[in-house]
């Protein structure tokens, strides 16, 4: 119907629905066609495309609890090396709960032409056994299962116990995510063992854990706090930014200086933490740049290229922010 309106094949149609029209449509047809489009109302039947071709222009991007403002940071890396011939269909799980395999299946049957995966642990990727190509994000330990990005934030969180420990503080307590991915498992271990060998003591029940949510960690430090002062506890390190700032709202509640009183970090380095009252203190976790590596090795992957390098780990930081230093800028 569209080629009959414009005058033109249906051949030529398709190349212009589908943005493939330089060099071989005159800019006279392209016209006609999309007056012809927008008259008709017409749309690519994009079921029917993927079962001609055998695969879609969709990528699945399988994320744990996507509450946490670091993951906006990811898609939209993906987003920029995947660029405009693919769409990104995004698979959250909640709160605390790991993607299902049987869940991630069901979303194949839509012929995805890629799948990414961000913090996932050994039993899905098992469970899963996916056949179209796949890369793995932040999945410390798994880099046998796919080709992977990773952050090395082993060397942040370090970075971080060596930070508190020439500020002085000798009694921490931690404030872990409840999500259960293997990249919060290693942030943590990362900096006990760290702040053991700089001699920062760190009680099994002084580590306390929630979702990452403003509120509910501001709940928790709220009802530890007054035990934790008892203790000695002069900083607390938060496994995200966001955890962070809930410790931070609350401080300002009770009284709680910081970081005259208490010293507060976090990981990610979120865009509010420099700017936040006081800043704060985090490992910074490039965000964008996981994303994008990962998206880019995808796309290689799906236009049948090999990776140069099918493993590749990004570098930390460590940003010094007022919440821990009251000569930091």
């Keep these: ?158 970075e971080l116990a060596a930070h508190l420990a020439a500020e002085g503080h000798r009694t921490v307590a931690y404030l872990d995510s409840v999500t259960g991915t293997d990249t919060f498992t290693l942030r943590r271990e990362a900096f006990l063992t760290a702040a053991a060998t700089l001699g920062i003591h760190v009680a099994p029940d002084r580590i306390i854990g929630t979702t990452i949510d403003v509120g509910a960690a501001a709940a928790a ?34 009284g709680v200086r910081i970081p005259e009183d208490l010293a507060v970090a976090g990981f990610d380095d979120l865009p509010y933490s420099a700017t936040s009252n006081p800043g704060l203190t985090s490992v910074h976790l490039p965000a964008e740049s996981l994303g994008f590596e990962a998206g880019d090795q995808l796309r290689r992957l799906m236009l049948g290229e090999m990776l140069a390098q099918s493993q590749v780990t990004l570098e930390t930081s460590l940003l010094i922010r007022r919440s821990t230093s009251v000569s930091a800028p």
């Design 221 to 254: 430090f709220a009802s530890t706090w007054p035990a934790w002062a008892r203790a000695g506890v002069t900083a607390v390190v938060c496994g995200t930014d966001t955890h962070a700032y809930g410790v931070l709202q609350e401080a300002r509640v009770t």
């Design 1 to 158: 119907m569209v080629a009959a309106r414009a005058g033109v094949s249906a051949a030529t149609v398709s190349l212009v629905a589908n943005g493939k029209t330089a060099g071989r449509v005159s800019e006279d047809n392209v016209v006609r066609v999309r007056a012809a489009i927008q008259e008709l109302g017409y749309v690519v039947d994009g079921i029917g495309s993927s079962l001609a071709k055998g695969v879609s222009s969709l990528v699945l991007l399988v994320a744990p609890d996507i509450s946490n403002p670091f993951f906006a940071k990811v898609i939209d890396g993906v987003r920029q090396a995947l660029g405009a011939d693919y769409q990104v269909l995004l698979s959250v799980t909640d709160a605390g709960s790991f993607p299902q395999a049987d869940d991630i299946r069901r979303l194949l049957s839509l012929r995805p032409a890629g799948l990414l995966v961000d913090a996932p642990n050994a039993r899905f990727l098992e469970d899963l056994s996916a056949s179209i190509p796949l890369v793995l994000l932040d999945a410390p330990g798994l880099e046998s299962y796919a080709p992977s990005v990773n952050l090395d934030v082993a060397f942040g969180a370090r």
